[in-house]
């Protein structure tokens, strides 16, 4: 059974009710301490912070905004988190026998993948799967699973390692990040010096549509193709991911922001306000996998998607020929100034087969490897061999091009990461303006 | 001076030990606990598993969130409650969240209502008709239990899509000149699914209860002249008031919380119901307290037909 959120290790700059009651009773008896007995008395769940927090704080950042614990990594702003403890020593050779704890999204990794590496390692694998990000942290959170490797996205990555439930990498166990792995992730902004993470896949958010119903040069041609989602000649046949911050983007850039974490409450409700007027003009439907399942089922003619479930929709089509494949279509803006983001594998606190796990990211971080899974789950790794130019053209293993040529938008670049926004984690107060809009849209 | 009643001395009341309730059946004496030990199961389970849940939901309501992780953190302790999370809500459930509320109740009324005039057809017709037939009947009737209710919901996202069995049957027959959209946010498409979801709920206890009836009182009324439809209106139908009562409980509380039906079926926020409000709260990061105050709202608010219930069952046990 889980503890209670109280009962838990200590954080930086904080202290378990629990943990100073302890202490103070220790405490007493050779001193009694009242300001301690006044902590123990403390309301749950505030913190005491020293004036030097930011100096002792978990990472360096140059955005640290009140009352967040860390520092928020922008795409302006950096963040270096600290070591919280030192990595494993290098040289150590793999667990032998070993089962490789996974921890990851549904689907998300081809189990092909996983069974080469755990036969050149000599080791059994068991995959552990979340639906959600919140999920994913509250199981990491209770402590009591031990996985060896996790696959969160980079804005919970200060919460992570500000709750310690990170290792720090030790880069001698991965190579090929650096002889592989896009420049850019060298030293990515929200993790400078990949202290915790190794990127796992690119992908931008764009419009999924069917090609026989609306041609290429229609949504191309159109001076703000965003607006092809009001077009009621699709009534009942549009769709939007159920995702406060994909849907909400999509609602900023449509009138032109840019800046998707913005905490402003006029654009928030500007957003807000576009999405109800889809409501309104198409009857916008809402879902998660509207995009690589509905399009080709014909559910939907328009949804907004992401690059990697649009390149894995054919897939799903219901007749497996060229001529539905070809019916399936992705816009990103031809600027490449639209949503852009990625994912990480890092490696658990309390993984019980750390040096397997380093062996694990190095191998995900292959070339060859990673090209394979990039195969069967649609999301591009950001590996330096696979020119985006030729990702349309070379054959994957399933003796199709990794992307179709019609959809050269879905091949993600690495100046996307330069030039495209990133949506990253939001300060308490903001994430509820979002949420606010988010439940307004629904109930309206 | 006469002694009169009032200056008699007073007697010394001796204090009886208390005696063990006797059996009236086998003439047994048994401990006071005996009999009431027979509930201790039932209390402890109620205790782990709905009083100490809905104390954590209580105190997720009135507590705070981690500031890390941004996930509830319960506060146990009363005195540390805030309830900043309540009034947030609560201007919500007043303002924004008003629309939901009333379709929410439209949606499960009408629902009901359905639910109702159908199931009690068919609890009657197996109740009184069914014959050698019964148990057959009773195997259907509990058959979609077999499957579980979200394999049926996507059974009938299949059936409903533009080119599915239904519209092709439609557009066949000649009932509509081109496929309908079933899915596209149709509060039809969603009342109808509430329908098919809970009905079995509804037929099993009203087929148990008409199933019981004397036949001997249907007997009667029709001995004293009524005619078929007057005996069921004047006898039936006031003597299954109880189970109806109990079915409409079974299958209304879920129902107002129920929010993948919608999500299956519709996923507009046209259809958008409570248990949908409730459920984006609860998948949202920080939202746990919000969730929280939410179902404590649903709760309140279903403790209305709750205690209607009650005291309808009360009032015809005392009738009895």
Same mark, same amino acid.
């Given at each position: ?444 | ?212 009836? =004397? ?5 009667? !009324?029709?001995?004293?002249? %009524?005619?078929? *439809?007057?005996? +069921?209106?004047? $006898?039936? &139908? ?40 409730? =459920? ?5 990061? !920080?939202?746990?307290?919000? %969730?929280?105050? *939410?179902?404590? +709202?649903?709760? $309140?608010? &279903? ?18």
């Amino acid at each position: 059974m889980a503890r209670h959120p109280k009962e838990r290790p200590a954080r930086q700059g904080t202290m378990t009710r629990r943990e100073v009651l302890k202490r103070s009773a220790a405490a007493s008896l050779a001193l009694p301490s009242a300001a301690a007995l006044l902590e123990a008395c403390a309301k749950p769940g505030t913190t005491t912070t020293s004036s030097g927090a930011h100096a002792s704080g978990p990472g360096v950042g140059r955005y640290w905004p009140a009352g967040s614990p860390y520092p928020l990594a922008r795409q302006d702003t950096p963040v270096t988190w600290k070591l919280w403890r030192e990595p494993i020593k290098s040289g150590l050779a793999p667990e032998k026998g070993a089962t490789l704890q996974i921890y990851n999204w549904a689907d998300y990794i081809w189990t092909k993948v996983v069974k080469q590496f755990c036969a050149a390692y000599n080791c059994s694998y068991q995959i552990t799967t979340f639906n959600n990000m919140d999920e994913g942290l509250a199981k990491m959170r209770t402590g009591q699973l031990q996985f060896d490797v996790f696959f969160p996205t980079p804005d919970v990555l200060g919460k992570l390692v500000t709750g310690k439930l990170l290792q720090p990498l030790n880069h001698s166990y991965i190579p090929h990040l650096v002889s592989d792995v896009w420049e850019t992730y060298q030293s990515p902004f929200y993790d400078q010096g990949w202290h915790y993470t190794v990127p796992y896949a690119v992908y931008t958010t764009g419009i999924g549509y069917r090609r026989d119903l609306i041609p290429d040069e229609q949504i191309r041609g159109m001076s703000n193709p965003y607006e092809i989602l009001w077009d009621t000649k699709y009534k009942g046949k549009i769709g939007i991911y159920d995702d406060y911050r994909e849907a909400l983007s999509m609602g900023l850039l449509k009138n032109g922001i840019t800046d998707l974490n913005t905490g402003n409450p006029k654009y928030i409700s500007k957003a807000q306000q576009t999405l109800v007027s889809l409501i309104n003009a198409v009857n916008v439907r809402t879902s998660i996998n509207g995009a690589y399942l509905g399009i080709p089922k014909g559910t939907f003619d328009i949804h907004q998607a992401w690059s990697g479930d649009m390149v894995a929709a054919w897939q799903y089509t219901p007749t497996q020929n060229m001529k539905t494949w070809q019916t399936l279509g992705y816009w990103f803006p031809s600027n490449r100034q639209g949503a852009v983001f990625n994912d990480t594998i890092t490696i658990p606190a309390n993984a019980q087969n750390p040096v397997l796990a380093h062996h694990f990211l190095d191998w995900m971080m292959t070339y060859k490897n990673a090209m394979l899974n990039f195969t069967w789950n649609g999301y591009q790794p950001p590996q330096r061999k696979a020119d985006p130019a030729t990702l349309t053209t070379t054959n994957s293993a399933y003796g199709e091009p990794y992307v179709f040529p019609w959809m050269p938008d879905a091949v993600v670049f690495e100046k996307d990461f330069h030039v495209g926004y990133f949506e990253e984690e939001l300060t308490p107060q903001v994430d509820q303006l979002w949420h606010n809009a988010w439940q307004a849209f629904n109930s309206a | 001076m006469p002694d009169g009643p009032d200056s008699q001395p007073r007697r010394r009341l001796r204090v009886l030990p208390r005696r063990r309730p006797r059996d009236e059946a086998s003439g047994a004496w048994y401990p006071r606990w005996y009999w009431p030990g027979f509930a201790l199961p039932g209390t402890l389970w109620m205790l782990a598993l709905f009083l100490l849940p809905f104390y954590v939901v209580i105190s997720i309501a009135f507590g705070t969130v981690d500031p890390v992780f941004q996930s509830p953190l319960p506060v146990y302790e009363p005195w540390w409650w805030t309830s900043r999370y309540l009034r947030e809500e609560w201007g919500f459930a007043t303002g924004e969240f008003r629309a939901v509320e009333v379709r929410t109740i439209v949606y499960v009324v009408l629902a009901t209502a359905i639910c109702l005039v159908i199931a009690y057809a068919v609890a009657y017709y197996v109740a009184r008709f069914g014959g050698k037939r019964k148990g057959l009947f009773l195997a259907l009737l509990i058959a979609p239990f077999f499957i579980s209710y979200l394999m049926r919901m996507l059974s009938w996202v299949e059936l409903l899509q533009p080119n599915g069995y239904v519209n092709s049957v439609l557009t066949f027959l000649h009932i509509t000149p081109h496929p309908i959209n079933w899915l596209a946010g149709v509060p039809f498409t969603v009342v109808m699914g509430l329908v098919y979801g809970y009905i079995p709920y509804m037929i099993l206890p009203l087929y148990g209860f008409l199933d019981r009836i =004397d036949q001997s009182q249907l007997e009667a !009324g029709r001995d004293l002249g %009524a005619s078929p *439809l007057r005996t +069921f209106i004047r $006898v039936t &139908l006031p003597l299954s008031k109880p189970a109806i009562l109990a079915s409409l409980v079974i299958v209304t509380l879920p129902m107002f919380g129920d929010y993948y039906t919608n999500n299956l079926l519709s996923g507009s926020p046209k259809t958008t119901m409570f248990g949908n409000l409730l =459920d984006n709260a609860m998948e949202a990061t !920080g939202q746990g307290p919000e %969730a929280a105050v *939410l179902v404590l +709202f649903l709760i $309140v608010f &279903l403790m209305i037909p709750m205690l209607y219930y009650m005291r309808q069952t009360a009032k015809a046990q005392r009738d009895q």
